[in-house]
């Protein structure tokens, strides 16, 4: 039985999302999956929930100065000596679980773990061949562990991109992004919308911003939908903000606008869905690219989701509304235009790769999966 360590973080919901469809796929495939937060387990838990306060604080209160350091990451090396040691946290701890487990592959979906086993290998540590999962749609040198044996991306674009920073080709596998399992499976509209009481002849707007729905300008969507001329339903979704959630709950009440909390039932939402308005998360693009469902981008924070954003815009798969005045002709101008809601969903599905997870396991266990 092969034995698999799989790293992640805790910094919003999209690594851990991919380290569980990752542990999935291996046990689907009879292999023994051990999942670690680095950051609780490897460092401290004081330290990972002082860090994501801070990290969750900056991006409500002060994006601006997030999207600064995330370039400022950018133009170091993940084992400069100017991260001031953050990559190299819990190497110790590591080393041990490395020795203790022994496992046969390592896979990291977080830029720190990566590094961090990548600076054990540079100091002589045995470690086991390491894959790490790009769960964004950009290069970033944050995510560069030069003794990282693979690199598994979202898309050829962010291959290039590796590759133009020193990567060499042969290490890097195109893969997309590891969804949820039923995301591979297609799923019907009329009977989404049949089975959440939806009207099949009205349009429906899918609204999200990850699992912190503060972190996004959902009171801004729901204003924009309001607004409109034509008839719609409108689901929000506000993730875990309970506050927010009756806020909005109490702005919609008596129209066809539906505000939920958290939700496991991405997929039937989205498949319900004629439009999807949400901030540019990787994990979010990838779901909605498996999905098939069109895009509007609006209240991506600065840092990886504006560069997610700039993927999407560049691939054709969304539209994007940087200011809120955009917003509401923008909603306006997709749900008129049958055909350019069909040119995105065509293009979503030149680009998706719904089977990401099966291919990730399929390459971490040498089962020959190409580059690209």
Request: hydrophobic share 45%.
């Amino acid at each position: 039985m092969t034995r698999v360590l799989i790293l992640t973080a805790s910094y919003g919901s999209g690594h851990n999302a991919a380290a569980r469809s990752l542990a999935a796929g291996f046990e689907r495939e009879g292999a023994d999956v051990t999942v670690v937060d680095h950051f609780r387990e490897l460092v401290h838990p004081v330290f990972d929930r002082a860090s994501r306060a801070l990290y969750h604080a900056l991006l409500r209160r002060a994006p601006a100065l997030w999207g600064l350091a995330y370039s400022l990451g950018d133009w170091m090396a993940s084992d400069s000596s100017l991260t001031l040691g953050v990559t190299h946290l819990g190497t110790r701890r590591l080393a041990a679980l490395l020795e203790r487990l022994a496992p046969d592959v390592a896979v990291t979906v977080h830029a720190t773990p990566a590094a961090a086993i990548s600076s054990l290998a540079r100091l002589g540590h045995r470690v086991p061949p390491h894959t790490t999962v790009v769960t964004d749609f950009v290069a970033h040198s944050q995510w560069i562990a030069r003794h990282a044996d693979r690199y598994c991306v979202a898309a050829d674009e962010v291959r290039h991109e590796f590759i133009a920073r020193g990567i060499p080709a042969d290490r890097i596998v195109v893969t997309g992004v590891p969804v949820r399992a039923e995301f591979a499976e297609p799923a019907a509209a009329a009977a989404a919308r049949e089975a959440r009481g939806l009207s099949p002849d009205t349009p429906v707007v899918l609204a999200m911003a990850g699992s912190q729905g503060a972190l996004g300008r959902l009171p801004d969507v729901v204003h924009a939908l309001q607004a409109m001329r034509r008839p719609l339903q409108g689901l929000i979704v506000v993730g875990h903000d309970e506050g927010l959630r009756a806020a909005l709950a109490r702005l919609t009440d008596g129209t066809m606008i539906s505000t939920f909390g958290y939700t496991d039932d991405v997929r039937g939402l989205m498949a319900a869905a004629d439009l999807l308005v949400t901030k540019a998360g990787g994990m979010t693009l990838a779901e909605a690219m498996a999905a098939e469902t069109p895009l509007l981008l609006y209240g991506s924070l600065p840092g990886q989701e504006r560069h997610n954003e700039r993927f999407a815009a560049r691939a054709g798969i969304a539209l994007v509304a940087r200011r809120r005045s955009e917003l509401g002709p923008l909603l306006e101008w997709a749900l008129g235009e049958p055909e350019l809601l069909e040119r995105l969903r065509t293009r979503m599905r030149r680009l998706s790769r719904p089977d990401a997870t099966r291919r990730i396991v399929s390459a971490v266990l040498e089962r020959g999966v190409p580059a690209r």
